[in-house]
Protein backbone atom coordinates (compact mmCIF):
# COMPACT_ATOMS: atom_id res chain seq x y z
CA UNK A 1 0.00 0.00 0.00
CA UNK A 2 2.89 2.71 0.96
CA UNK A 3 5.00 1.55 -1.80
CA UNK A 4 7.14 3.74 -4.02
CA UNK A 5 6.17 7.31 -1.91
CA UNK A 6 7.40 5.89 1.10
CA UNK A 7 10.88 4.67 -0.07
CA UNK A 8 11.65 8.22 -0.88
CA UNK A 9 13.05 8.76 2.67
CA UNK A 10 16.90 8.46 3.48
CA UNK A 11 17.08 9.26 7.00
CA UNK A 12 16.22 10.93 10.19
CA UNK A 13 18.90 12.96 12.34
CA UNK A 14 19.06 15.17 15.66
CA UNK A 15 21.25 17.97 16.54
CA UNK A 16 20.43 19.48 19.80
CA UNK A 17 21.53 22.47 21.67
CA UNK A 18 22.25 22.22 25.38
CA UNK A 19 22.32 24.33 28.23
CA UNK A 20 25.83 25.53 27.97
CA UNK A 21 25.29 26.71 24.32
CA UNK A 22 26.74 23.64 22.70
CA UNK A 23 25.85 22.13 19.62
CA UNK A 24 26.22 18.83 19.05
CA UNK A 25 25.22 16.00 16.18
CA UNK A 26 22.97 13.53 18.78
CA UNK A 27 21.63 10.84 16.66
CA UNK A 28 20.60 9.40 13.17
CA UNK A 29 18.95 6.55 11.68
CA UNK A 30 19.82 4.55 9.54
CA UNK A 31 23.00 6.73 8.73
CA UNK A 32 24.46 9.85 7.15
CA UNK A 33 27.61 10.05 5.38
CA UNK A 34 30.28 12.56 7.08
CA UNK A 35 29.69 15.03 4.36
CA UNK A 36 26.19 14.91 4.26
CA UNK A 37 26.46 15.96 8.30
CA UNK A 38 28.88 18.47 8.04
CA UNK A 39 26.61 20.72 5.43
CA UNK A 40 23.46 19.52 7.59
CA UNK A 41 24.94 21.34 10.96
CA UNK A 42 26.22 24.02 8.68
CA UNK A 43 22.42 24.61 7.84
CA UNK A 44 21.17 24.36 11.00
CA UNK A 45 20.47 27.59 12.38
CA UNK A 46 21.63 26.06 16.28
CA UNK A 47 24.81 26.47 14.65
CA UNK A 48 24.83 30.21 13.73
CA UNK A 49 25.35 32.61 15.98
CA UNK A 50 23.84 35.88 14.72
CA UNK A 51 20.95 34.44 12.97
CA UNK A 52 17.26 33.98 14.79
CA UNK A 53 15.34 30.29 14.87
CA UNK A 54 14.50 29.61 11.59
CA UNK A 55 11.65 27.31 12.52
CA UNK A 56 11.84 25.18 8.59
CA UNK A 57 14.03 25.13 6.39
CA UNK A 58 15.26 23.02 3.36
CA UNK A 59 17.62 22.52 0.51
CA UNK A 60 19.36 19.74 -1.81
CA UNK A 61 22.89 18.22 -1.31
CA UNK A 62 24.52 16.16 -4.02
CA UNK A 63 20.87 14.74 -5.15
CA UNK A 64 19.37 14.44 -1.68
CA UNK A 65 17.32 16.63 -0.21
CA UNK A 66 17.33 18.15 3.12
CA UNK A 67 14.53 19.11 5.86
CA UNK A 68 15.67 20.67 9.22
CA UNK A 69 12.45 21.73 11.67
CA UNK A 70 14.10 23.45 14.77
CA UNK A 71 12.12 23.77 18.03
CA UNK A 72 12.77 25.38 21.21
CA UNK A 73 12.54 23.43 24.30
CA UNK A 74 9.43 24.74 26.72
CA UNK A 75 9.46 23.96 30.56
CA UNK A 76 8.37 21.02 31.65
CA UNK A 77 9.68 18.45 29.34
CA UNK A 78 11.63 15.30 29.82
CA UNK A 79 14.09 17.14 27.64
CA UNK A 80 16.36 18.26 30.76
CA UNK A 81 19.36 19.56 29.34
CA UNK A 82 18.20 20.72 26.17
CA UNK A 83 17.30 24.38 24.92
CA UNK A 84 16.56 23.54 21.12
CA UNK A 85 16.72 20.68 18.76
CA UNK A 86 16.96 20.29 15.02
CA UNK A 87 14.85 17.62 13.40
CA UNK A 88 16.96 16.48 9.88
CA UNK A 89 15.05 14.25 7.41
CA UNK A 90 16.71 13.60 4.47
CA UNK A 91 14.96 12.36 1.10
CA UNK A 92 15.27 11.44 -2.63
CA UNK A 93 12.11 14.13 -3.44
CA UNK A 94 11.39 17.36 -3.35
CA UNK A 95 7.99 18.39 -1.15
CA UNK A 96 8.95 20.42 1.75
CA UNK A 97 4.88 20.81 2.96
CA UNK A 98 5.08 16.72 3.45
CA UNK A 99 8.43 16.73 5.38
CA UNK A 100 7.11 19.88 7.12
CA UNK A 101 4.30 17.96 8.23
CA UNK A 102 6.04 14.77 9.27
CA UNK A 103 8.66 16.70 11.11
CA UNK A 104 5.89 18.32 13.51
CA UNK A 105 4.19 15.33 14.42
CA UNK A 106 8.19 13.48 15.25
CA UNK A 107 9.42 17.01 17.57
CA UNK A 108 5.91 16.16 19.14
CA UNK A 109 7.08 12.91 19.98
CA UNK A 110 10.97 13.58 21.40
CA UNK A 111 9.28 16.78 23.48
CA UNK A 112 6.88 14.21 25.07
CA UNK A 113 9.31 11.31 25.67
CA UNK A 114 13.09 12.70 25.48
CA UNK A 115 14.13 9.79 23.61
CA UNK A 116 15.01 9.07 19.86
CA UNK A 117 12.98 5.60 20.03
CA UNK A 118 9.76 6.83 19.36
CA UNK A 119 10.62 9.35 16.14
CA UNK A 120 12.45 6.26 14.71
CA UNK A 121 9.17 4.36 15.59
CA UNK A 122 7.15 6.73 13.90
CA UNK A 123 9.85 6.88 10.76
CA UNK A 124 9.89 3.37 10.22
CA UNK A 125 5.65 3.27 10.50
CA UNK A 126 5.68 5.62 7.42
CA UNK A 127 8.87 4.12 5.67
CA UNK A 128 6.76 1.07 6.32
CA UNK A 129 2.95 1.82 6.19
CA UNK A 130 3.04 5.22 4.24
CA UNK A 131 1.28 6.19 8.02
CA UNK A 132 2.25 7.46 11.35
CA UNK A 133 -0.59 7.42 13.94
CA UNK A 134 -0.87 9.16 17.65
CA UNK A 135 -3.61 10.35 19.71
CA UNK A 136 -1.52 12.93 21.76
CA UNK A 137 1.39 13.93 18.73
CA UNK A 138 -0.77 14.36 15.85
CA UNK A 139 -0.88 12.38 12.50
CA UNK A 140 0.21 12.01 9.33
CA UNK A 141 -0.90 10.07 6.32
CA UNK A 142 1.85 10.21 3.33
CA UNK A 143 -0.84 10.39 0.76
CA UNK A 144 -2.13 13.50 1.88
CA UNK A 145 0.75 15.08 0.07
CA UNK A 146 0.93 15.41 -3.22
CA UNK A 147 4.24 16.09 -5.12
CA UNK A 148 2.52 18.11 -8.09
CA UNK A 149 0.82 20.65 -5.44
CA UNK A 150 4.64 21.32 -3.72
CA UNK A 151 5.63 22.40 -7.51
CA UNK A 152 2.52 24.63 -8.31
CA UNK A 153 3.32 27.20 -5.88
CA UNK A 154 4.16 31.18 -5.65
CA UNK A 155 4.30 31.66 -9.33
CA UNK A 156 2.44 34.82 -9.26
CA UNK A 157 4.11 36.17 -6.32
CA UNK A 158 7.54 35.96 -7.96
CA UNK A 159 5.48 37.64 -11.07
CA UNK A 160 3.62 40.25 -9.40
CA UNK A 161 7.47 40.88 -7.98
CA UNK A 162 9.23 41.32 -11.53
CA UNK A 163 6.47 41.75 -13.98
CA UNK A 164 7.85 41.75 -17.19
CA UNK A 165 10.96 40.96 -16.03
CA UNK A 166 10.26 37.75 -15.42
CA UNK A 167 10.67 36.96 -19.17
CA UNK A 168 14.59 36.82 -17.87
CA UNK A 169 14.07 34.40 -15.72
CA UNK A 170 12.17 32.04 -18.11
CA UNK A 171 14.82 32.85 -20.89
CA UNK A 172 17.74 31.83 -18.52
CA UNK A 173 15.79 28.37 -17.34
CA UNK A 174 14.32 27.45 -20.74
CA UNK A 175 18.34 27.96 -22.11
CA UNK A 176 19.40 25.91 -18.36
CA UNK A 177 21.75 28.80 -17.21
CA UNK A 178 22.76 29.62 -13.74
CA UNK A 179 20.29 31.53 -11.67
CA UNK A 180 21.70 33.12 -8.36
CA UNK A 181 19.46 34.95 -6.17
CA UNK A 182 20.33 36.42 -2.76
CA UNK A 183 17.93 37.70 -0.34
CA UNK A 184 18.91 37.63 3.31
CA UNK A 185 15.88 36.26 4.79
CA UNK A 186 16.57 32.85 4.44
CA UNK A 187 12.25 32.17 4.56
CA UNK A 188 12.28 34.96 1.31
CA UNK A 189 15.07 33.36 -0.08
CA UNK A 190 13.06 29.81 -0.36
CA UNK A 191 9.72 30.73 -1.41
CA UNK A 192 11.27 32.55 -4.19
CA UNK A 193 13.21 29.86 -4.96
CA UNK A 194 11.37 27.03 -4.99
CA UNK A 195 8.76 28.36 -7.32
CA UNK A 196 11.14 29.36 -10.14
CA UNK A 197 11.44 25.20 -11.51
CA UNK A 198 7.77 25.37 -12.49
CA UNK A 199 8.56 28.10 -15.33
CA UNK A 200 9.65 25.32 -17.25
CA UNK A 201 6.91 22.70 -16.38
CA UNK A 202 7.73 20.24 -19.46
CA UNK A 203 10.93 19.16 -17.89
CA UNK A 204 9.11 18.76 -14.55
CA UNK A 205 12.50 19.31 -13.07
CA UNK A 206 13.31 20.06 -9.48
CA UNK A 207 17.04 18.88 -8.99
CA UNK A 208 18.22 22.13 -10.73
CA UNK A 209 16.84 23.53 -7.53
CA UNK A 210 19.39 24.75 -4.80
CA UNK A 211 17.83 26.97 -2.45
CA UNK A 212 20.08 27.30 0.52
CA UNK A 213 23.78 27.27 -0.49
CA UNK A 214 26.85 28.82 1.42
CA UNK A 215 30.19 29.72 -0.50
CA UNK A 216 31.73 26.59 1.11
CA UNK A 217 34.09 24.92 -1.11
CA UNK A 218 32.30 21.21 -1.17
CA UNK A 219 28.92 23.03 -1.97
CA UNK A 220 30.67 25.21 -4.82
CA UNK A 221 32.04 21.90 -6.21
CA UNK A 222 28.68 20.42 -5.86
CA UNK A 223 26.97 23.38 -7.75
CA UNK A 224 29.75 23.47 -10.48
CA UNK A 225 28.35 19.78 -11.28
CA UNK A 226 25.21 20.95 -12.54
CA UNK A 227 24.28 22.34 -16.00
CA UNK A 228 21.64 24.86 -15.01
CA UNK A 229 20.97 25.92 -11.75
CA UNK A 230 18.68 28.13 -9.20
CA UNK A 231 21.21 28.85 -6.56
CA UNK A 232 19.98 30.83 -3.17
CA UNK A 233 22.29 32.83 -0.86
CA UNK A 234 21.80 34.57 2.34
CA UNK A 235 25.49 35.98 2.01
CA UNK A 236 25.65 39.04 0.01
CA UNK A 237 29.14 38.14 -1.08
CA UNK A 238 27.99 36.06 -3.44
CA UNK A 239 27.26 39.16 -5.98
CA UNK A 240 31.22 39.43 -6.17
CA UNK A 241 30.96 35.74 -7.47
CA UNK A 242 30.41 36.47 -11.08
CA UNK A 243 32.04 32.83 -11.93
CA UNK A 244 28.72 31.02 -9.86
CA UNK A 245 26.00 32.63 -12.35
CA UNK A 246 24.33 34.15 -15.84
CA UNK A 247 22.26 35.93 -14.31
CA UNK A 248 21.95 37.46 -10.47
CA UNK A 249 18.95 38.29 -8.72
CA UNK A 250 19.00 40.84 -5.98
CA UNK A 251 15.64 39.52 -4.34
CA UNK A 252 15.26 42.63 -1.39
CA UNK A 253 15.96 45.12 -4.38
CA UNK A 254 13.56 43.81 -7.30
CA UNK A 255 16.98 43.71 -9.56
CA UNK A 256 18.00 41.12 -12.29
CA UNK A 257 20.91 41.10 -13.49
CA UNK A 258 22.36 39.38 -16.62
CA UNK A 259 26.13 38.80 -16.54
CA UNK A 260 28.78 39.83 -19.48
CA UNK A 261 28.95 36.15 -20.56
CA UNK A 262 25.32 35.48 -20.67
CA UNK A 263 23.96 38.65 -22.68
CA UNK A 264 24.70 37.03 -26.33
CA UNK A 265 22.47 34.19 -25.62
CA UNK A 266 19.92 36.32 -23.35
CA UNK A 267 19.06 38.87 -25.88
CA UNK A 268 15.98 39.74 -25.92
CA UNK A 269 13.83 40.38 -29.25
CA UNK A 270 9.24 40.00 -30.10
CA UNK A 271 8.97 36.79 -28.95
CA UNK A 272 9.96 37.65 -25.67
CA UNK A 273 8.03 40.00 -25.50
CA UNK A 274 4.78 37.82 -26.53
CA UNK A 275 5.71 35.58 -23.76
CA UNK A 276 6.55 38.29 -21.17
CA UNK A 277 3.02 39.15 -21.73
CA UNK A 278 0.99 35.77 -21.91
CA UNK A 279 3.10 35.32 -18.46
CA UNK A 280 2.37 38.47 -16.78
CA UNK A 281 -1.41 38.70 -18.07
CA UNK A 282 -2.09 35.63 -17.12
CA UNK A 283 -0.65 36.55 -13.38
CA UNK A 284 -2.52 39.38 -13.38
CA UNK A 285 -6.26 37.76 -13.01
CA UNK A 286 -7.17 37.58 -9.61
CA UNK A 287 -9.28 34.30 -10.20
CA UNK A 288 -6.58 32.33 -11.21
CA UNK A 289 -4.54 29.97 -9.15
CA UNK A 290 -0.69 29.32 -9.36
CA UNK A 291 -1.32 26.12 -11.08
CA UNK A 292 -3.34 28.15 -13.67
CA UNK A 293 -1.05 30.67 -14.60
CA UNK A 294 2.10 27.39 -14.97
CA UNK A 295 -0.32 25.94 -17.07
CA UNK A 296 -0.66 29.15 -19.44
CA UNK A 297 3.25 29.61 -19.39
CA UNK A 298 3.32 25.88 -20.09
CA UNK A 299 0.89 25.67 -23.50
CA UNK A 300 3.22 28.84 -24.84
CA UNK A 301 6.72 26.83 -24.18
CA UNK A 302 5.07 23.89 -26.19
CA UNK A 303 4.04 25.73 -29.44
CA UNK A 304 7.82 27.07 -29.23
CA UNK A 305 9.13 23.69 -28.81
CA UNK A 306 6.54 21.85 -30.76
CA UNK A 307 8.27 24.69 -33.91
CA UNK A 308 11.86 23.42 -32.78
CA UNK A 309 10.38 20.25 -33.51
CA UNK A 310 8.93 20.46 -36.44
CA UNK A 311 11.92 22.90 -38.03
CA UNK A 312 14.14 19.73 -36.97
CA UNK A 313 12.39 16.64 -38.47
CA UNK A 314 13.45 18.43 -41.71
CA UNK A 315 17.34 18.30 -40.50
CA UNK A 316 19.96 15.51 -41.10
CA UNK A 317 19.09 13.22 -37.77
CA UNK A 318 16.78 15.68 -36.82
CA UNK A 319 19.47 18.03 -35.65
CA UNK A 320 18.76 22.06 -35.97
CA UNK A 321 21.69 23.62 -37.88
CA UNK A 322 22.41 27.41 -37.80
CA UNK A 323 21.88 27.09 -41.07
CA UNK A 324 18.27 25.89 -41.20
CA UNK A 325 17.43 29.00 -38.44
CA UNK A 326 18.83 31.72 -41.26
CA UNK A 327 17.12 29.98 -44.03
CA UNK A 328 13.82 31.00 -42.11
CA UNK A 329 14.62 34.37 -42.02
CA UNK A 330 13.72 34.91 -38.18
CA UNK A 331 14.26 38.31 -36.45
CA UNK A 332 17.73 37.70 -35.36
CA UNK A 333 16.64 37.47 -31.47
CA UNK A 334 14.18 35.03 -32.19
CA UNK A 335 16.80 33.71 -34.54
CA UNK A 336 19.44 33.38 -31.60
CA UNK A 337 17.02 31.67 -28.94
CA UNK A 338 15.56 29.22 -31.07
CA UNK A 339 19.48 28.44 -31.69
CA UNK A 340 20.39 28.14 -28.10
CA UNK A 341 16.88 26.60 -26.70
CA UNK A 342 17.78 23.96 -29.87
CA UNK A 343 21.13 23.45 -27.70
CA UNK A 344 19.50 23.10 -24.06
CA UNK A 345 16.66 20.93 -25.62
CA UNK A 346 20.31 18.83 -27.79
CA UNK A 347 18.62 19.29 -30.92
CA UNK A 348 21.42 21.13 -32.11
CA UNK A 349 23.87 19.27 -34.30
CA UNK A 350 27.06 20.26 -32.94
Not at 311 to 318: G, P, T, V
Request: proline content about 3%.
Amino acid sequence: MAAPETQLMLSIGLIEKDVNADTLWVWCYPSVSAELREVLLSKCCLTQDSQGLNTFVFGQFCRTWYYISTVEVQEPTALKKVTHFSLVVTAKDFNPEKYAAFSRVLCRMYIKHGSPVKMMEGYIAVLTKGICQSDENGSFLIKDYDVRKAKLLLIQDVVSQFGMETIILYTALMLKKRIVVHHPRIEALLEFTRALPALTWHRKDWSILHPYVHLTDSELENLRTCTGYVAGFVDPQVSNRSDLFDVYVNLPDTEITVSQCAKEAMAMGKLHKDIGLVIVQSAEHADRTDGQVIKDISIKTREILANLASLAEDCENSKITLETLKQRHFPPATENFLFHLAAAEQLLKI
